[in-house]
């Protein structure tokens, strides 16, 4: 009875499975890669670290409870006069004086884990800079002072949210293009194919170069023209599927139907598409982060004093004897990395048509 039960069990959970949509069977079979499901998880637990970075790393109190009034310096920034100093310049927390006057008495204040911001210099240090890791710097200093664990925490930050952006506006332009591209074929598709094979030869690092000397560096810069070259190799990907399947039966019966094209192409024909476009995914986001990267290091990416795992790198590069630097750095690199190709591997087993067959049956 046992083991009638048992294959009872399996057999409903076969039909259960089966009975699901193809995104839902997908995200099992992502499930089943534990690899690629733990790279998930641990990526997701970064970002949201990353996300709320001011409440781990900051030079400023979180809160602060000062002569019977409650202060929140992390959201409000306070004058020195306002913890009983003499100016009106912005309170410096670092300041041993300061901190004996919060501290003081019935006074106290509640730190994040990590007394140093994203552009902190800590001006009472004993060591010069570049400094090692110590009690007071846990990974170090860089060359101007800054806590290295701060940088790598914002920095981490603003490569995987530029990371995010440029995937997100390459992903929608390149979908728009091929599917344009492959519904309508015919000399449309000609006309554009080589539009895009003009645009994609034009010299992409020294239109940055030309720009960047041009206008201030920015993220929004950045962002606008590493997308006018990010979108045309998903629109290949996209163009091919369209023109797959935009013969298929269930087209045909749409237009008989009496759907226009967009109601064709969005309805049906773009979610029997997007395999490719969600494979490519992480590689896509992988790709942006290390473009941020290499910018930063070449000196053309984001302003002066931004955090920046490029800039981090390059200052590894001048300072050989400064070891934690680059180590650091580069093993923040090498994880994010790795994340995202675990990620993008579990994806392309998952929707890969052979393996699905293999799990499915």
Same mark, same amino acid.
Request: charged fraction near 15%; hydrophobic fraction near 50%; glycine fraction near 8%.
């Given at each position: ?17 089966? #009975? ?34 001011? !409440? ?68 009472? &240090? ?12 846990? $990974? ?22 530029? %990371?995010?952006?440029?995937? &997100? ?53 950045? /962002?606008?023209?590493? #997308? ?5 190799? /998903? ?7 369209? $023109? ?9 019966? &749409? ?18 598409? /997007? ?10 986001? #992988? ?13 053309? %990416? ?23 630097? #680059? ?19 579990? !994806? ?12 499915? &049956?």
């Amino acid at each position: 009875m046992s083991g009638w039960i048992l294959v009872s069990n399996s057999t409903e959970a076969k039909i259960a499975h089966a #009975s699901s949509g193809p995104w839902a069977r997908a995200w099992h079979r992502f499930r089943r890669h534990r690899l690629g499901y733990w790279s998930l998880v641990l990526f997701c637990a970064l970002v949201a670290l990353s996300t709320i970075a001011e !409440l781990i790393s900051n030079d400023r109190p979180l809160v602060v409870r000062y002569e019977n009034e409650w202060y929140f310096p992390v959201a409000v920034e306070y004058p020195e006069s306002a913890f009983g100093g003499d100016f009106q310049t912005p309170a410096d927390y670092l300041d041993p004086d300061i901190q004996k006057r919060i501290s003081h008495g019935s006074n106290w204040a509640l730190f994040a884990p990590n007394r140093y911001g994203q552009k902190t210099i800590n001006y009472f &240090a004993t060591l010069p800079d570049p400094a090692p890791p110590s009690a007071e710097n846990w $990974l170090g200093t860089d060359d101007r002072g800054r806590d290295l664990l701060a940088q790598l925490i914002y920095g981490f930050r603003l490569s995987v949210y530029f %990371g995010l952006a440029l995937t &997100a506006v390459g992903v929608m332009l390149g979908v728009v293009a091929g599917a344009i591209q492959g519904f309508f074929g015919g000399k449309l598709d000609l006309t554009m194919q080589r539009l895009i094979e003009i645009w994609g030869a034009m010299p992409e690092l020294y239109l940055l170069i030309i720009l960047s000397a041009l206008f201030s560096p920015s993220i929004a810069l950045l /962002l606008i023209l590493l #997308s006018l070259f990010g979108w045309m190799g /998903l629109a290949d990907y996209v163009r091919a599927e369209f $023109l797959r399947n935009r013969q298929l039966d269930y087209v045909r019966s &749409a237009k008989a139907m009496g759907l226009s094209n967009w109601q064709i192409i969005w309805r049906h024909v773009l979610p029997n598409s /997007l395999t490719p476009v969600v494979t490519f995914l992480p590689f896509r986001m #992988s790709a942006a982060v290390l473009a941020l990267t290499s910018l930063d290091f070449l000196g053309l %990416g984001v302003p002066p004093g931004t955090p920046s795992l490029g800039e981090l790198l390059s200052q590894g590069k001048d300072n050989i004897d400064a070891w934690w630097i #680059s180590l650091a750095t580069f093993a923040v690199l090498v994880v994010t990395m790795l994340l995202l190709t675990f990620m993008g591997d579990a !994806l392309r087993d998952a929707l890969d048509p052979r393996k699905q067959l293999e799990t499915d &049956a």
